[in-house]
């Protein structure tokens, strides 16, 4: 499995990004998907995942809750986070990760095989 993000870039607080994960590979073997971000200085953290391919039960952090919205779109085999009201602090790089053996809790990066290079979104005040 080889994951790719894009669509990362530089905005102003208040704005809206899309990223983009295209899924290649075993795509359609992949359980769990999701979005981390690494903020300069920090751990990375979770931010949402789909709990199955259909991700029909998405999960998000508290920070990004009401804000951010993830899909997957299964014929594109593509992973989306779409981010509204962007702040300052969701300046990070994101990283969308899969897994192919399913293992919980899938907010933990532990629970993940496969990882993108990562995209880089800054936030500007």
């Known amino acids: 499995v080889q994951l790719a993000e894009s669509g990362g870039g530089l905005v102003q607080a208040g704005d809206s990004l899309t990223l983009s994960c295209s899924i290649s590979g075993r795509a359609s073997s992949t359980s769990a998907t999701g979005w981390f971000r690494r903020a300069p200085g920090k751990e990375r953290e979770f931010v949402a995942a789909?709990?199955?391919?259909?991700?029909?039960?998405?999960q998000y952090s508290e920070s990004v809750s009401g804000r951010f919205t993830i899909s997957r779109d299964n014929v594109a085999d593509t992973l989306f986070l779409h981010m509204n009201s962007l702040k300052p602090e969701d300046t990070a790089v994101y990283y969308c990760?899969?897994?192919?053996?399913?293992?919980?809790?899938?907010?933990?990066?532990?629970?993940?095989?496969?990882w993108g290079q990562g995209t880089q979104v800054t936030v500007s005040s």
């Open positions: 990760a899969a897994q192919i053996r399913r293992r919980d809790p899938i907010i933990s990066d532990y629970a993940y095989d496969y």
């Open positions: 789909c709990t199955y391919r259909d991700c029909y039960s998405p």
